[in-house]
């Protein structure tokens, strides 16, 4: 009897759980209908995803909805849905989570374009917006573009004026002079050069890839291309040089103490704060927000020397809009793409907060906050040089390796010998690459 | 059959998901770890055991494992340690009970990635809390670079998962402890048994169904560190704090080697499975019952 009680409880139950159901997708069919009517009356609204990072209170939500909303009003049937990484993944790890689960959004910023175009994700850019750019060739993958360059970064060392007054200590032009400032700013018991050991790829930014540039100026300045085609290894002397000099500065205690622990806001912070006196970093830190700024800051900027002294400064024009190869909306994202370069004030905007420097035929320019017009100073004259590891094309090093990179220089702050951690370098470039 | 359908329709759509969302992805997983994947789709080609093969000589899969057992091992212990005494003094208190209880809890309820971005401020070098602390008591000897340190950052990482971690288990505890009846103790008080024996002989025997239970969910969760050491060190400095789950998902998509993450996946799969198995086993033959 009690048996029959249960079963039939059991039943009754399950059927009224598979009635919710029902009544929910009835609902749900209701408010599809409801929607398609909707849709008919604005002409099919249709949604593009727009994937973005954002970055502190220059990049953040808003500011995106403007250029969203803006281009609803130019097209009333077009609607852009902001997509921002709210995980701890890199953009590059983000986006492949993405595709793998089938999700890639529409319109994307891309860093490794390369990497993506070449494994069909990316649809490639038609001429008619290719030709937006000042070099419509750049970064091209076996002659296809894949993303669109948007701005182009400046990266090179920032100082503090004050201190450099305080220490009468002069522009370093050659890469003596520069350890010469840097000793002197030791004995001073300030922190000569400010960076984060534990995002590491600050490391690389403000470390190992200008390092790497400069010495190429010096000595071979195919050193990227030809290490990114295998025809010279890490074990080159450009390569090899770079990473003894970057080890020297942290035996020499260049990076203060605790660097390991130190993470990208805090370097900021140190430097902005006083307490170091030099910052290699990009020019995206005009636009970012800048901790504790003291009244008497004042900043100065210019290229890390070589050996022969200054022979160019580093850029990195890598980072663009890309299309997703998967988009159901491609006509609509391509436009998206295309209203981010034309519309003038839309792309002034997205260069100020990033405070970089335009990639388009004709060039835009605003105006700049101190850190800009620093740079711009740093820059006069000098011959940009594009930043080594961060290529395009036929100078794209093999996916992966940066951030092993960014390891093997933690292992060297921590004391690893250099020519064990080239060696593992090499290896795993081996096993990327193939 | 008939006797069973009752229960079968009630397991089955909690059954349902959980085919579809972890067994199967386990089995797609598995497929894939015969593969070079790559992540993109498109090309790529069975290879047999090679990932398998590959693994067998990978140093930094192996450091890996290594860095997983010790942060697990030494926070399961440690962990249980202090969440069995919190649940004792817990129980006996008079006053604040609900206070306290709360203030233990209380980092449980934030997730590990917010945990771990408060605790890198705290063991900044230059003005972290601790070394504040120390360097404002005259023991700047003390001082340490917790997280750049290659020596002690395990440690450091492993303190902040027993810090967030210990109120779940006190929690698990104290309703076990609420359990045990007060006749047991009482009757082991008049059999003239001090403190230390009730514990021993009367309190800790009853109280192993809940110790069972949280020492297997512990060794899980430890061999799949994932988020703190993320959000705390990446892994770093190198590869010093890389944990199995962090080497898989760094070997599928920073290094794009998916097929090479899945056999890795798989393995921890294999050895999670034969851990929990063995302590279940173990585990269960001491509980008693009243």
């Known amino acids: 009897m009690k048996k029959k009680w249960t079963l039939l409880l059991a039943s009754t139950m399950l059927l009224s759980m598979l009635a919710a159901c029902g009544s929910g997708t009835n609902e749900q069919s209701k408010e599809n209908s409801q929607e398609t009517e909707d849709t008919k009356k604005t002409e099919e609204t249709m949604e593009i995803k727009w994937f973005r990072q954002e970055v502190g209170s220059t990049r953040n939500k808003e500011f995106y909805k403007k250029i969203e909303d803006k281009f609803h009003e130019l097209h009333p049937n077009i609607k852009v ?32 374009a390369d990497e993506f175009g070449k494994a069909n994700a990316l649809l490639e850019i038609p001429d008619h917006i290719a030709n937006l750019l000042a070099d419509p060739e750049f970064g091209r993958t076996g002659g296809k573009l894949y993303t669109m360059p948007y701005k182009t970064d400046v990266i090179g060392v920032f100082y503090n004026k004050k201190v450099f007054a305080d220490l009468d200590l002069s522009v370093p032009k050659t890469w003596a002079e520069f350890t010469d400032a840097a000793n002197k700013i030791k004995e001073a018991k300030l922190t000569p050069l400010s960076t984060s050991g534990k995002d590491s790829w600050v490391l690389g930014m403000g470390g ?41 500065w942290n035996q020499n205690g260049y990076f203060g103490k605790g660097v390991l622990g130190m993470n990208y806001q805090q370097a900021t912070e140190q430097f902005t704060s006083g307490k170091a006196a030099m910052y290699i970093m990009g020019s995206w830190i005009a636009g970012s927000d800048l901790p504790n700024l003291k009244p008497d800051f004042e900043v100065g900027f210019f290229p890390l020397p070589s050996d022969k002294g200054v022979l160019g400064y580093m850029t990195k024009g890598t980072e663009g809009w890309s299309v997703s190869a998967t988009s159901e909306h491609k006509e609509e994202a391509l436009e998206f793409v295309k209203f981010l370069f034309e519309d003038k004030e839309v792309y002034t905007s997205l260069l100020q ?27 006069e004259g000098i011959q940009p040089y ?28 921590a004391g690893a010998d250099v020519n064990k951690e080239i060696e593992a370098a090499d290896q795993e470039w081996s096993r990327l690459a193939n | 059959m008939k006797k069973n359908l009752p229960y079968i329709a009630f397991a089955a759509p909690a059954l349902i998901v959980y085919v579809i969302f972890a067994i199967v992805p386990i089995f797609l997983s598995l ?41 697990t091992v030494v926070s399961c212990f440690l962990i249980n340690l202090f969440a069995l005494l919190f649940a004792i ?48 008591l005259g023991l700047e000897s003390w001082m340490q670079d917790w997280l750049g340190d290659s020596g002690i950052v395990v440690f450091s990482v492993t303190l902040v998962i027993i810090w967030q971690s210990v109120g779940f288990y006190t929690v698990i505890y104290l309703a076990n402890l609420q359990t045990v ?71 599928a998509f ?21 851990v929990s198995v063995i302590q279940v086993v173990y585990l269960r033959k001491r509980e008693v019952e009243l």
């Open chain 1, 353 to 379: 907060a990033e405070g970089a420097f335009s990639t388009t035929k004709e060039p835009v320019t605003y105006e700049m906050n101190e850190y800009g017009q620093a740079i711009m100073q740093g820059i």
């Open chain 1, 208 to 248: 190992l890839w200008p390092l790497v540039g400069a010495e190429a100026l010096n000595n071979n300045t195919d050193y990227p291309k030809q290490r990114a085609s295998d025809e010279l290894t890490f074990q080159d002397d450009v390569f090899k040089s770079a990473l003894n000099k970057f080890k020297d």
């Open chain 2, 181 to 251: 009846p007060g006749e047991v103790l009482e009757a082991a008080t008049i059999d003239g048994a001090n403190r230390f024996q009730k514990f021993k002989n009367v309190l800790f025997p009853l109280m192993s169904p809940a110790f069972t239970i949280n020492w297997i969910l512990c060794f899980i969760s430890g061999l799949k560190t994932y988020d703190v050491v993320k959000v705390m060190t990446d892994g770093g400095p190198g590869f010093k704090t890389e944990t199995i789950a962090f080497n898989i998902i760094s070997q």
């Open chain 1, 81 to 112: 849905v902001g997509v921002a990484n709210s995980s701890n993944l890199t953009v590059s790890e983000f986006l492949k989570t993405s595709l793998a689960s089938g999700d890639m959004p529409d319109v994307v910023t891309m860093q490794s």
């Open chain 2, 31 to 71: 497929l894939l770890s015969f593969t070079n994947f790559d992540g993109f789709g498109a090309n790529y080609k069975f290879i047999g055991f090679q990932n398998y093969a590959t693994a067998l000589h990978d140093d930094r899969f192996f450091y890996s494992i290594q860095v997983t057992l010790l942060i």
């Open chain 2, 89 to 136: 003094v817990l129980n006996n208190l008079r006053k604040l009970k609900g206070f306290y209880r709360t203030i233990i809890f209380y980092p449980q309820v934030l997730s590990f990635v917010v945990v771990g971005f408060i605790w890198t401020y705290i063991y900044n070098y230059n003005d972290g809390a601790i070394n504040f602390i120390f360097g404002k």
């Open chain 2, 254 to 274: 920073v290094a794009n080697k998916q097929g090479y993450g899945s056999a890795l996946a798989m393995l921890l799969f294999v050895f999670v499975a034969i």
């Open chain 1, 386 to 413: 594009p930043l080594p590891g961060f290529g395009l094309g036929e100078t794209a090093w093999a996916p992966g390796i940066d951030s092993y990179l960014f390891k093997i220089l933690q292992n060297i702050i």
